[in-house]
């Protein structure tokens, strides 16, 4: 069973820190391209940063250097540090595999072809 589930999700303050946590399991994870994206209600779905399977890390240019994404082969888990946090970042966010292997950046959702159920950021103003 293919399960990707997010967590650490919560209420922050403007310019609080928030870590996600993603854990896959029942797929290949360690030659796969990791996603986090986000939906706000109202919004289309839009990328937040990815991590290949090497480690390289790739951002949103509305999260860069604020939110580092990292990933552990050994685990399963891919990580997303979120400082720095807006009022305008509320929203739910997913964590998502590529759907192929060694894939490279991609901020398409269509490209992701496994997803978490989410994980709901609230940040305060």
């Known amino acids: 069973q293919v399960q990707l589930t997010e967590s650490g999700g919560g209420l922050v303050q403007a310019g609080g820190s928030l870590r996600l946590s993603c854990a896959a399991s029942g797929l290949t994870f360690s030659t796969y391209r990791m996603g986090w994206f986000r939906q706000a209600p109202g919004k289309e779905r839009e990328f937040v940063a990815s991590i290949s399977w090497s480690g390289g890390p790739a951002y949103a240019d509305s999260v860069k250097g604020r939110f580092t994404i990292s990933r552990d082969n050994s685990k399963n888990t891919v990580a997303l540090q979120m400082n720095s946090l807006k009022a305008e970042e509320t929203a739910v966010y997913y964590c998502?595999?590529?759907?192929?292997?060694?894939?490279?950046?991609?901020?398409?959702?269509?490209?992701?072809?496994?997803w978490g159920q989410g994980t709901q950021v609230t940040v305060s103003s």
């Open positions: 998502a595999r590529r759907n192929r292997p060694y894939g490279s950046t991609t901020k398409g959702p269509g490209e992701y072809g496994y």
